[in-house]
């Protein structure tokens, strides 16, 4: 997507036109205008001259938008607002002079200086006046009519056509007034300079200036979060060449660079730790409020804040690549996108500013027809003009969406597009992975089974020291649990490794060994009655490991990956949403079942292949509208299957740039914060929408005189009182959008079950009843034949946990003729099913090169 900046653009008619200029040109795929922040984005194989050249035919001006990080943040400086306070400041001055003179006499009974009194000096000292203003506005005439030759009127049209009718009106009577004293009826002269409106001529743009003025600081605040942002981005580095500390721009920094922060300075560049500890505040990135421990070794982001120790740190990402830059580009482009609902506004905007002019020309000669006075039939004309409001239909949806997003990044949560904020709070089913995003990612000790209780200190300390040499995933659990029990290890010798049943070493002499339980049972005696309590916990998906000193069983200790912490209520808040969960994994069925059960999803599917996942989503669209919650490169087809993709922050970039919506602190709770902020902002959107419209259907007739006729009422609207509802409307909107920064998207008591029904639900925890077996069938079916499946079972020595299994399970199926295969290293067995004739020693080869044992093949 390439983004531009279009200039001149006053109203929602304005940012229609360029949208079906910039839409005819060749190779433009889609397009979408911001009235908001004045941005062009532009989707397709398409110059940036014949874009230019179409925005610039439409009558509007174009600005590039290949510039600087420094410039962008410039761009975003509110200069509009300090030029509009000088205008409308500059036009009270003269206007209340020409108001003092044109109607303070008669409300105020002020005596006018003696030269004033004569009716033809008055009426040219307020046209000079009226001039004085209306060239100070001068823009809203040189746009207005510049649109209207173009056959494409917008606001400022109506009020150019507004204020100009009352000027050459009042003109018109200023000639009359010298034709009557030319005669010497100055009775005459007196009395048709009562219908002099140099005032509204001067009123009207004085007040659509404040307006303006108003809109433009509202319209402000709403992208504080994206200046916010900016701020954040910092503008120096501290370089260490050779000892020596320079401080250079950060645009000077390359990768590879080693840059030191102090504490409470920023982080220049994404970097990785080289040396020192510290905390860093990553709140501006993440919303976490505490800060994170960081030591050698780990990541740190640009923008973030070094609050305590000294560190030294090596570049990883520079410029648009850092984590901040990247952040600041995805709101960004949420800004520059268009939300579906704003559609309906669009419509209405192409017709709207033609339709208000000729209901203002039938206004006129309805009223002008009735026998009224000339200048009652204007009054009601301009009254229909300068009332109407499309500002207030343009600015409902981006305002909305603009501070939505801004909410949502001050939390962690990144909607990549407008459409994506608003089709958050329509989710019906919400499909998770396991692996990293429901659970850690990272397996750690759960339960410590010692033979006997006096012998578990000694069981830990074992365990600890034999493992600390180990690279096995399940021996890190160990490690760590051990590090944070401040459990010393023994200083053991001749560690080994035996491929797929465990590790050994000694100590003292004596050998120790941890092992898997097959390995176990093969190789030392071992009471039946210990192995059957532990099935329980291999019964909830955890991994079993054995260890002895010398021939002697000290115990078990189960490892499993874990829950994370707001899991359970993450996924409680969805359901109380109404949304339905499920979980989808490649994991074993039992360990799945044991999350999932755990988690409280509505379903869980276990043992799905990444094509399997696509398919599951692709089945579960049947029943509503499906988002993929997922974290890692399996995920990424699922991802963009979804009807909405969220990406766990920590997760791969593939599966980031897969999604549209990104999680930056990981944690499942801002699922459903997520869910939550887009309702809150549709219903807000709805609420701007039923403004624009309902003041515009209200205020339009009034203004016209319908209501008068009708009910007869003693009612006539002052154009100038129209002007001034007109510069509210569209103020109101904004202001009612701003209202989204003080939504808390942790609050649960709003929560509304708008998901699915319970009927849907049914129907599918019915479908997939039978659960892989129904998504095997659809992959198998897929050309409507249905053709019977070989198999072969192996049996398999040295695995001893899932990630075995997993090693295992990858080898088979990139066997060219396998479909896929089921390994369970508790079995020892593999189930391997074939598309095609597979020999039994192409199968045995591929095992045997990830170092297990084949014995045999049936």
């Known amino acids: 997507m390439k983004k531009y900046t279009v200039t001149g653009m006053s109203c929602a008619a304005c940012q229609t036109r360029v949208e079906k200029a910039v839409q005819k040109v060749p190779g433009v795929k889609s397009c979408s205008v911001s009235l908001l922040t004045n941005s062009l984005a532009v989707e397709g194989e398409v110059s940036e001259t014949a874009v230019q050249e179409a925005v610039e035919k439409a009558g509007y001006g174009f600005i590039s938008d290949t510039k600087s990080e420094a410039q962008k943040e410039d761009a975003l400086e509110d200069r509009e607002t300090p030029k509009l306070k000088k205008r409308f400041l500059q036009s009270l001055v003269f206007l209340l002079v020409l108001m003092t003179l044109s109607m303070g006499p008669m409300l105020f009974h002020f005596s006018l200086p003696a030269v004033l009194r004569y009716p033809g000096i008055l009426a040219l000292t307020e046209m000079l006046l009226a001039i004085i203003v209306m060239l100070i506005n001068k823009k809203f005439f040189t746009s207005g009519f510049s649109a ?201 905007s192409a017709v709207f500013v033609p339709f208000v002019m000729g209901i203002a020309l039938l206004t006129f000669l309805v009223v002008l027809g009735s026998g009224a006075e000339f200048s009652t039939a204007l009054s009601r004309g301009v009254a229909v003009l300068v009332i109407s409001c499309p500002c207030a ?40 992975d396991k692996t990293g995003t429901v659970t850690n990612g990272t397996p750690v000790v759960t339960d410590i089974v010692p033979v006997r209780e006096e012998k578990k200190e000694e069981l830990l300390k074992l365990a600890v020291s034999i493992e600390k040499n180990s690279e096995h995933p399940l021996a890190k659990a160990i490690q760590s649990y051990g590090e944070q029990n401040g ?173 549209d919506i990104v999680l930056m602190k990981s944690n499942v709770s801002d699922i459903p914060r997520s869910i939550r902020l887009s309702r809150a902002t549709i219903h807000n959107i709805h609420e701007n929408l039923f403004w624009a419209f309902f003041y515009n259907v209200i205020c339009i007739p009034l203004a016209a005189g319908f209501y008068s006729a009708v009910f007869h009422w003693n009612f006539e609207m002052n154009p100038m009182v129209g002007a001034l509802a007109m510069s509210l409307s569209s103020v109101t909107v904004c202001l009612n959008a701003l209202r989204l920064n003080l939504f808390s998207i942790k609050d649960t008591k709003k929560d509304r079950k708008k998901g699915i029904g319970e009927e849907k639900r049914q129907a599918i925890l019915a479908e997939f009843s039978q659960k892989g077996t129904a998504i095997k069938n659809q992959s198998e079916n897929t050309e409507n034949q249905e053709e019977k499946r070989m198999e072969k079972k192996m049996e398999i020595t040295g695995m001893m946990c899932g990630h075995c299994e997993a090693r295992v399970k990858k080898a088979l199926e990139a066997v060219s003729g396998v479909d896929h295969a089921e390994v369970s290293h508790e079995n020892g067995t593999a189930t391997v099913f074939l598309k095609e004739e597979v020999d039994n020693a192409t199968l045995k080869a591929a095992v045997e090169a990830q170092d297990y044992g084949v014995t045999n093949i049936e």
Do not use: W
């Open 148 to 348: 209207l030759f173009r056959l494409a009127p917008n606001m400022d049209s109506l009020v150019a056509l507004g204020s100009s009718a009352s000027f050459l009106y009042s003109l018109g009577v200023l000639y009359g007034i010298n034709y009557y004293l030319e005669l010497g009826n100055a009775e005459m002269a007196h009395q048709i300079g009562h219908h002099l409106y140099f005032e509204t001529a001067a009123m009207i743009p004085t007040l659509i200036t404040l307006g303006k003025m108003l809109e433009s600081i509202s319209k402000g605040r709403t992208t504080s979060a994206l200046k916010g942002l900016m701020d954040l981005s910092p503008k120096t580095a501290v370089l260490l060449k050779d000892g020596v500390e320079k401080t250079v721009s950060v645009d000077d920094v390359a990768v590879g660079d080693v840059f030191a922060v102090k504490p409470g300075e920023q982080i220049p560049v994404d970097g990785l730790i080289l040396s020192g500890r510290t905390a860093i505040d990553e709140s501006a990135l993440t919303g976490e409020s505490i800060p994170a421990d960081k030591e050698e070794g780990d990541k740190i982001s640009a923008g973030t804040l070094n609050r305590s120790g000294y560190i030294t740190a090596k570049a990883v990402r520079i410029g648009k690549d850092t984590s901040l830059s990247q952040i600041i580009e995805m709101v960004s482009d949420a800004a520059a996108t268009k939300a579906p609902i704003a559609r309906i506004a669009d419509k209405i």
């Open 393 to 432: 239909l343009g600015l409902a949806t981006p305002v909305a969406i603009m501070v939505g997003n801004g909410v949502g990044a001050k939390n962690g949560i990144l909607f990549k597009t407008a459409s994506s904020l608003e089709e958050a709070g329509r989710v019906e089913i919400i499909a998770l």
């Open 487 to 659: 459990i010393s290890p023994y200083p053991v010798e001749d560690f080994q490794a035996m491929a797929g049943h465990g590790i050994t070493a000694s100590y003292g002499g004596e050998k120790i060994i941890a092992c898997s339980e097959g390995y176990l049972r093969e190789h030392f005696p071992v009471k039946e009655e210990f192995l059957e309590n532990l099935n329980v916990l291999s019964a909830e998906g955890k991994t079993n490991l054995f260890f002895l000193r010398g021939e002697e069983l000290l115990g078990a200790i189960s490892v499993a990956d874990s829950l994370k912490t707001d899991a359970k209520e993450g996924i409680e808040e969805l359901k109380k949403q109404g949304v339905f969960t499920v979980m989808l994994t490649g994991d074993r069925k039992n360990t799945a079942e044991a999350i999932a059960k755990e988690a409280g999803v509505d379903l869980v599917i276990a043992e799905v292949l990444p094509d399997g996942k696509e398919e599951v989503i692709r089945k579960l669209q049947e029943f509503g509208k499906v988002a993929m919650v997922g974290d890692g490169i399996n995920d990424a087809i699922a991802l963009t299957r979804a009807d909405l993709g969220i990406a766990i922050g920590a997760g791969t970039d593939v599966a980031i740039d897969a999604a």
